[in-house]
């Protein structure tokens, strides 16, 4: 056993939670540039309608990982491969 607690705490929803928005306007910028520079500044509602099923559609990846960089960047846990196992 690793004796790593996996009940995080509520507080682990919370920066997660930051994490993912920051994904989220990642996405927004990289939605906006890619529109304006191959359609040439398109209607407002193309904007729109890009961003949010952009979001939709990559929402489960960014919430997963956004959950994944913050335990291991501020949760201090460590992957470690298993030990010799004698089987």
Known sequence: MCAANLLP???FYYGAM???YAFSVALFINVMIVLNV???DPELWVYIVSV?????LLLPFMQ???????LY???K???????NQQG
């Open 9 to 11: 705490e509520p507080d």
């Open 18 to 20: 930051y994490i993912s």
């Open 38 to 40: 191959f359609f040439d």
């Open 52 to 56: 949010v099923g952009a979001n939709i």
């Open 64 to 70: 997963r990982y956004s959950k994944v960089l913050y």
């Open 73 to 75: 960047g501020l949760g």
């Open 77 to 83: 846990l460590k992957y470690s491969p298993p030990y």
